[in-house]
């Protein structure tokens, strides 16, 4: 199986896209071959490992022969440092690690080994295994973590870690025709810098880094409950959807905010809109600072940029629209990357749907008058002799059918009849209650 991995990784990789053969090691491990070293990885807490063996060269880059160890097993139970050392087990785990790390051989023997900084090195292996097994979804563990905690994660950081979580990327270059990643690792042979060489092998091929990146800042909005037509990030439904970041308050007329943010750092914030008629509307802003120039110039240091983001009612020339809003939003850079989203919200006076129908669904949206999303309502559901028939369950505030609610996920097993519910967001005094009724 590792034998069949690794000829489907050349396949794909040299065949296919066009990158160049590891070198020959002479009789280095007994023949010219790739040398594959099959072991128990599972303490060590790595997949597989690719390591540098010996020089062929020192100008215009450092290439290297490599060999390669690959895990016996990809056993589930195997763990290090009190953490399972696998997220993906068995073949499959064997399949995408042999895909990775033959890239590795290929990067460190035919185009540059620069050990201080692996951002790039990491994300086209990565980027390897989804090209290589594209059912295959380990690549899909980093990208939660990105969208969970994307302020951790500028693209323009240098550690190999952030090349793990951005791996999905290179679904944004290759859907630019003309191999722009080859691309990049050929200048990268030459002796360009690995971000630098990123941003040239663009322009090489008729498109703009800013843009591409741009693109993904939008694919990183459309997962979860988004992500149906994801066309960048494969199954993006199966994904979390981006952290938000802050969540504020705005009233009409509008209002501005500042803050500081690291170059090709994604950052998400929510909207509370009221006007002063009291119409509600919710809003999501994701955006993202970077240009070309500064990718290539700033690829190894991080400084904060300020920015200013202005939201309001009255919208005027020149600002970005808030989808069925009415609302607006500006900044003061030209280079952002922005992602708005927004939606018109309803009143409603009492918890949906009604009757509620066990057969049919289980969940009851509670409308949270005046409630935030971020915030928390804890609701409680009684018989009419007011004992509980459930645990009081503390849950956050949503956004269902454009209406802002808590949504409580009712008993099924409980008997068809009417129910005290109790609804407790902190601000209303005494709690709100309705009355319900179950089939």
Not at 9 to 36: H, Q
Not at 119 to 146: G, N
Request: net charge negative; aromatic share 10%.
């Amino acid at each position: 199986e590792c034998h069949a991995a690794l000829e489907h990784a050349w396949l794909v990789e040299i065949d296919t896209l066009g990158y160049l053969p590891p070198p020959a090691d002479g009789t280095d491990g007994g023949s010219a071959a790739l040398d594959v070293y099959v072991r128990d990885l599972g303490p060590s807490g790595y997949y597989g490992v690719a390591t540098p063996d010996r020089l062929l060269r020192q100008v215009p880059t450092e290439i290297w022969t490599s060999f390669l160890e690959i895990d016996n097993n990809y056993n589930p139970t195997d763990s290090a440092r009190g953490r399972p050392t696998f997220s993906t087990t068995g073949i499959d785990g064997l399949r995408i690690t042999c895909a990775h790390e033959f890239h590795h051989a290929v990067q460190n023997g035919c185009y540059a080994l620069v050990p201080q900084h692996r951002m790039l090195y990491e994300l086209t292996s990565t980027w390897m295994e989804m090209r290589c097994w594209p059912e295959v979804r380990d690549w899909s563990y980093y990208a939660k973590d990105l969208l969970l905690r994307p302020e951790r994660w500028p693209f323009a950081r240098s550690s190999g870690q952030t090349g793990y979580v951005w791996a999905w990327f290179g679904n944004v270059l290759a859907q630019h025709p003309g191999q722009i990643m080859r691309t990049m690792w050929e200048r990268i042979g030459l002796g360009v810098q690995p971000f630098p060489a990123l941003v040239e092998s663009c322009t090489e091929r008729g498109a703009s880094f800013s843009d591409l990146f741009c693109s993904a800042v939008e694919s990183m909005y459309r997962t979860g409950s988004r992500g149906m037509s994801n066309p960048i990030i494969p199954l993006a439904s199966e994904l979390p959807e981006v952290a938000i970041a802050s969540t504020l308050d705005v009233s009409g007329p509008g209002a501005t905010f500042s803050g500081t943010i690291l170059p090709f750092c994604v950052r998400a914030y929510r909207f509370d809109l009221s006007t002063a008629s009291g119409k509600r509307s919710n809003a999501d802003a994701v955006i993202a600072l970077g240009d070309d120039a500064q990718l290539a110039a700033d690829s190894l240091r991080e400084r904060a940029i300020g920015f200013a983001m202005t939201l309001t009612s009255q919208p005027s020339v020149g600002d970005v629209s808030i989808a069925s809003t009415g609302w607006g939003v500006s900044f003061d850079r030209s280079d952002l990357c922005l992602v708005v989203d927004g939606a018109s919200l309803l009143d409603v006076e009492a918890p949906f749907p009604q009757p509620l129908e066990l057969r049919q669904h289980n969940v009851l949206s509670v409308p949270i008058p005046g409630g935030f999303l971020g915030d928390f309502a804890t609701l409680s559901l009684l018989d009419l002799s007011m004992h509980p028939v459930q645990e009081p369950k503390k849950l956050p505030i949503e956004i269902t059918d454009r209406r802002v609610v808590a949504n409580l996920s009712v008993d099924r097993n409980l008997a068809p009849g009417t129910y005290i519910l109790f609804a407790d967001d902190g601000r209303s005094a005494p709690p709100m209650m309705w009355k319900i009724f179950i089939r």
